[in-house]
Structures are given as C-alpha cells and as structure tokens.
C-alpha cells in the first residue's frame, strides 16, 4: 500500500488520476481506526474509483492538550487494516509541519451559528479546527466525495455548511453509525476504556433508545429532564449534556412540531474518557 507523507508527493498522483477520469473518494480520520472508520472506506470504496483515507491527529480540533497527547497513534496498525479493504486505497499520513508549516492555528469560521450549539458550548475553537483541517484536506485531495460518520452529527452538519459558504466543489456523504455488539457508538476513544467501563458505556446507548420511545408522547424538556435523572443514578457515568435538536439548525426543541425533524444528542464522561453518541427521534 502507498502511503503519502506530503502534499508535494500526493498532488501529482492525484492529478495523474484526475487526467485519467479517475473518480475519488476522502475519508477523513485520526487514525486508531475501528470497523466504524472501515465501514466509511467501504462506502466510499464503492462509490469512486480511487479512495484516500487521511490519517493525521489534528492539534488545533483538541481543546484538552492532555486529550491531545494521549490520543492513540497506531499508524502501522491502522495500514494493515486499510490493505484488507483492496488496492484502491492510499493513505495520506502527514506530519503537523507539512499541513501547517509554522502556523499551527486555525482559521476562523461563520457557520451560521451551527458551531454554538452542543459541543461547541463545551469545546472552544472546536469547530474553527474542524473547519481548517477539512478546508485543507479538501484543497490538498480534490476528492469528489467525501465521508464523514453521523456519530459526530454536529461535525457532518458543519462540513456541510463549509463546503456551501466556500463552495467547495465536493459531495458530503454522511454514513450510519457503527456500533459494537453491545450498542456503544464506536470510537478510538473506547480503546483506553477499562472493559468495565466499556461494558458500562453501552448505557449511553441503552438510555438513547428509551428517550426515542418517550419522545413519541412527552415533552423534549421532560425526556431530557428524565435523561438527567437516569444519568444521576448511574454512579460511573457523568452526563456533561442531554440536547434535543432540529436536525436542520441544531437548535434546542422548546416545542415539537409534525413537520420538523430532530435528534437526541448526549455527551459523557467515563474515567475521564469522553464519549458522545446521537439517534434520529423521527
């Protein structure tokens, strides 16, 4: 499998492949890659001709240097893994000097307020990183699809919003979430999990499904209120947010309407691993 360190290596094999009709598919990734990262190179797999995943540990998208530092690098592991899905896959793995130089600070972005909403109350300059990675990305790759897991709903919405303003010609495809047998939303963060509070984190998903089914004849502010109480008996488990969103502004609910369509979002902490998950209530 071919890996590409630069951009000064990639961009002429990706305009041979352009000059070639050679449709190409993006997945962005951190790497530590799981069946969730798999299940997105698989889709793009059968859409394009070409698939690149990027594997890149992007430093201005973390607001927790600590989080930053401890997130899983396991590059060799994760190529083994791509080479499994065939040979039309090619990693782009760059170091933090060939994205940014010497500025290593994110651009600042409007996206018409969908970065206020949920996490970015929580993680600040969040989404001005998201932003500049995948602005980037975007410019270096030229894909013609990229793909992008609905378990950061917010982050799916937000690259979508960025490549309308700045009219970037590239499709956004958004994929299902891929979950462990138990339920548990896959993530890289799950590898530092103890197996006990991994077992335990299928609560997240578990307390999801429920408030799906209250939500057909309560109040959003009572299903986020029984949420809440269900989070406070959980003693390992610590709910930093319950929001119920319109899937189009990612607005809180204050009342339900027939014709909208909404999600549940939720954000926890286990031994201070944070997790976040989200289903569709309609």
Known sequence: MNIYYTQNTLKPFIKSLKSEGEKIGFVPTMGALHKGHLSLVSNAITDNDIVFVSIFVNPTQFDNATDLQKYPRTLDADVKLLKTLGNNVFVYAPSVEDIYNSDVNSEKFSFDGLEFEMEGKFRTGHFDGVGTIVKRF????????????????????????????????????????????????????NERLSAEARKESAFIHKTLLEAKEKFGTKSAKQVKEWVQKQFDRNSLLDLEYVEIANIKNL????????????????????????????ISLN
């Open 138 to 189: 975007f410019e270096i790759v030229t894909p013609d699809n990229a793909y992008f897991g609905e378990k950061d709903f917010q982050q799916l919405m937000i690259v979508k919003k960025l490549v309308s303003k700045y009219k970037i010609p590239v499709n956004v495809v958004g994929c299902e979430i891929f979950r462990e047998t138990s339920g548990l939303a896959m993530s890289s963060r």
């Open 251 to 278: 607005k809180t609910v204050k009342r339900k309407s027939k014709t909208e369509t909404y999600r549940i979002f939720i954000a926890a902490f286990i031994e201070n691993i944070r997790l976040i998950d989200n």
